[in-house]
């Protein structure tokens, strides 16, 4: 049985712990909070523009020369994995490695039997966790949210988009969390490049309005299609930071209350421990004074 001095010094340390994950729970919350409000904001932006990109696009061959739309053999993959810079948040990027390791294996595996399968990490855990399964990792972006901003999206963006224009890439995917609310993520792994007609960016459905073009109508759709894609990227950055928060506010709630019901069974073994202590104490004061006599 342990001592008295070591189970103060446990129930001294969990105390400390349970304090520490109270303070990165209610961190976690006005972090969620803010949060939320962006990508709230952002989702009807991101929609409305899916919606006129593809009803613009339907129907006719307008945008078909955009190097974006151009379909070819796929013989170099690119995934943009969007996990968070820091732990602590249960499985939340966990659960995108192992899509993006179950995406890769039901669909690129022979080319990542030959190392054609490469990632472009947002994010520090998750250019760490595919460094680990041997995946070549394009770092230059993963600490976008150190000061999350469209901008460094949208450089990034630029930057996949450059690479897929090139002919360097011939298939861009995409895989997040996305926000449902703080208890519930849903991994989503969405096609990012080359872009389509059905579901240009998945960010809408097409509608029948009728539009009128001014300029031209090709001008136009060129230049949506690369605000779609820079905007698509965000949206799941943004998603994704709403998720990693709500992830660590459950986490550390579950920790607050793991904390506490170790405490309770601590406290129980300390007072066990003590009047075992005492009674140890009284039984050899008795024998000593029975010897005594």
Not at 97 to 117: C, G, P, W
Not at 134 to 143: C, E, I, L, M, S
Not at 154 to 159: H, I, L, N, Q, R
């Amino acid at each position: 049985m342990a001592s008295l001095k070591e189970v103060r010094n446990r129930i001294v340390s969990v105390s400390s712990t349970q304090q520490i994950t109270k303070a990165m729970k209610m961190v976690a919350a006005a972090k969620l909070r803010r949060a939320q409000d962006n990508i709230i904001q952002m989702r009807p932006y991101a929609q409305k523009l899916g919606e006129m990109l593809a009803t613009v696009s339907s129907g006719s061959e307008t945008g078909s020369d955009s190097p974006y739309k151009k379909a070819r053999p796929i013989e170099r993959v690119l995934l943009i994995l969007v996990t968070s810079d820091r732990g602590l948040c249960g499985a939340f990027n966990t659960n995108v490695i192992k899509a993006a390791m179950a995406h890769t294996e039901a669909n690129y595996a022979d080319l990542a039997r030959r190392r054609q399968v490469e990632v472009l990490a947002i994010g520090k855990k998750g250019a760490e966790g595919m460094v680990r399964r041997g995946f070549k990792v394009d770092g230059r972006f993963q600490h976008l949210f150190t000061k999350l901003s469209f901008v460094g999206v949208k450089e990034a963006a630029e930057a996949v988009m450059e690479a897929y224009a090139s002919g360097r890439y011939d298939k861009v995917d995409l895989i997040y969390n996305e926000f449902k609310n703080v208890a519930t993520q849903i991994i989503r792994v969405e096609n990012y490049l080359p872009i389509a007609d059905a579901a240009i960016s998945g960010q809408g459905e097409r509608t029948n309005i009728n539009y009128t073009f001014e300029p031209e109508e090709e001008q136009i759709v060129n230049e949506l299609i690369p605000k779609s894609l820079k905007i698509q990227l965000y949206r799941a950055v943004l998603e994704s930071n709403a998720s990693e928060h709500g992830a660590r506010m459950t986490a550390m709630d579950k920790a607050t209350e793991n904390a506490q019901e170790l405490l309770k069974e601590l406290k129980l073994v300390y007072n066990r421990t003590r009047q075992a202590a005492i009674t140890k104490e009284i039984l050899e004061i008795v024998g000593g004074a029975e010897a005594l006599v």
